[in-house]
């Protein structure tokens, strides 16, 4: 009777025990996955196209163009953009995971900002859409940022890491490649000036990497390095769309390189300054108005004279 006792009650044990642990799968095993974690998941080198909608702006329309970005004006023109804010942005978006679910209603949308004064991001390969997605508020939550999202079909409102608002709530010019002038000074061989007044000069490396005129007059070394450090990365900051620049340019730069040659334009601006143009940045003019710019790439050859003891 004993060993009867003894094994009825180890099979209810065993029954008790099975019970337990099923509950406890079905429940906290339901309990770690409450929302959607993975929001995104993109391979770059397959997006096409690129858009964003904000509340009163015009819609910001980013192509691919073979291994190129560019971006569309208002007249229809499509002008380059910058590879490495469109990069980073489609980084960011690659793989979103979600690291808290705010909210399932859409009275909280507004709270959140995904609603209609949100960013819309929207994401194609081809024809294909890849992500359409309401970019919100961001918030330093303790010792990191977070971006609330949603899924603009969806009702759940996310928390992610990063500050994507500062990613996507940008103007339309701060997706387009400023580029006047960019490159390698080690890869410089020769620099012809030519302009008005005193801006006409050749500059020529030497054997040593010392930069001389052609009659071998050893020019001032920190100038000369502070002067090609400036132009191996030259950025303007208006562009002058719609306004083409007409006549022979009032100053011209020619750098030979390893590779193509390199070359800079400034043409007289009615308006007054110049209008800057480059090879690196075709079709692509930045106003000047008050000529700072122009004489950043065409100071006074006095500049580079070597001092007379």
Known sequence: MFKRFSNRHLLIALGVLAGLYLLSFAFGGRKTRTFKETLSLIDTAQVSRLQIERPGQETVDIIKNGADWQLRLSSGALVPAEPGTVNRALDQLSRLVATQLVSRRESDWATYKVDSTGTRV??????????????????????????????????????????????????????????????????WSMLTRKGAGDSSLVMVKGLGNEWMLPDSTVLDRTEVNTYLTGLSNLRGSTFADGQAPSGLPVYQLQITTTGEPLEVRAFADPAGGYLLGSTQNPGVFFRDPDSSLTQRVFPPVARFLPVEE
């Open 122 to 187: 929207k994401v194609f390969g081809g024809e294909t859409p890849l992500l359409d997605l309401m970019v919100g508020r961001s918030e330093f939550q303790q010792t990191r940022q977070t971006s609330y999202v949603r899924l603009h079909d969806e009702e759940e409102v996310y928390g992610v890491n990063g500050f994507l608002e500062m990613s996507f709530n940008r103007d339309r010019d701060d997706w387009r490649n400023r580029i006047l002038l960019s490159g390698n000074r080690n890869e």
